[in-house]
């Protein structure tokens, strides 16, 4: 049972920590957008992709000051040996390693999905806009 306390713990901080990525992430692209309509020029891939490192990378730093705290405040537990500290320990280990693993997933896989789903439409230069409606065009008449 002190195990599935440590999962829900870890599961709240995860999920805060990849909402709070998700948001830095919008807000990157939405800049970039509207760096892009001023330039007049087309959004691509690769000004998603300038996006995405620019929101991921304002979100390092305060991931790895979170994860250093709840470390620091859990690895005393692991060395505890007073009454019930075996019930501690049950719940501080999954956080432990629970937390390495939310920071891969914050700061690499959360981000590299993101531009996968945001990205598969866009051209790839601003040039391939006409070339990917087109293609678009002759897949919805393929479809009917």
């Known amino acids: 049972m002190a195990v599935a306390v440590g999962f829900i713990a870890l599961a709240g901080v995860a999920a805060e920590t990849g909402v709070i ?3 830095y992430l919008d807000q ?15 959004f691509t891939r ?17 991931k790895m000051m979170t994860v250093v705290a709840i470390i620091a405040g859990l690895v005393p537990i692991l060395w505890s040996t007073g009454t019930e500290s ?12 629970g937390m390495i693993s939310s920071t891969v997933l914050t700061l690499a896989v959360i981000p590299a999905i993101y531009g996968l789903v945001k990205g598969w439409r866009l051209p790839v230069r601003p040039d391939d806009r006409p070339a990917v409606a087109a293609a678009e065009e002759k897949l919805l008449e393929a479809a009917e």
């Not at 760096?35 to 020029?41: I, L, R």
């Not at 998603?48 to 305060?62: D, Q």
């Not at 075996?86 to 390693?97: L, N, S, Y």
């Open 86 to 97: 075996e019930i501690m320990q049950r719940i501080a280990v999954p956080m432990i390693g």
């Open 28 to 42: 990157a692209l939405r800049e970039r957008r509207t760096a892009c309509a001023a330039e007049k020029g087309a």
């Open 46 to 62: 690769d000004d998603l992709h300038r996006a995405i490192m620019v929101g991921a990378v304002e979100r390092v730093r305060p």
């Open 21 to 23: 990525m998700l948001i």
